[in-house]
Nanobody, 119 residues
Framework: QVQLVESGGGVVQPGGSLRLSCATSGSTFRFSMYDMGWYRQAPGKQRELVAAVTSGGSRNYADSVKGRFTISRDPAKNAVYLQMNSLKPEDTAVYYC???????????WGQGTQVTVSS
């Protein structure tokens, strides 16, 4: 069983910063075999990819967050992070951690963490 647990969400003013963390675990989970990503879903909108980092370390970002957000992964801690700077009200959403197995394509999701950007 694979478990993903997000943390670090909260309420922040526009222009502020937050760092989201995703801890991974599971008896059969091998962190190196997974591409990792952060998605978000705002009320009334579809879930969208925010940032992703492959098992090999390649990163990609949604155009809306380029230059403001940074995704990273720590193999020693089996964790992935999302550093969010210069936050805007439109970044308000529930943020989800995703793990995708590079061999069989199976996806796993965390429970989500709320990020609210408001003055």
């Amino acid at each position: 069983q694979v478990q993903l647990v997000e943390s670090g969400g909260g309420v922040v003013q526009p222009g502020g910063s937050l760092r989201l963390s995703c801890a991974t675990s599971g008896s059969t989970f091998r962190f190196s075999m997974y591409d990792m990503g952060w998605y978000r879903q705002a009320p009334g909108k579809q879930r969208e990819l925010v940032a992703a980092v492959t098992s090999g370390g390649s990163r990609n970002y949604a155009d809306s967050v380029k230059g403001r957000f940074t995704i990273s992964r720590d193999p020693a801690k089996n964790a992935v992070y999302l550093q969010m700077n210069s936050l805007k009200p439109e970044d308000t959403a529930v943020y989800y951690c995703n793990a995708r197995n590079i061999n069989n394509g199976l996806n796993y999701w965390g429970q989500g963490t709320q990020v609210t950007v408001s003055s």
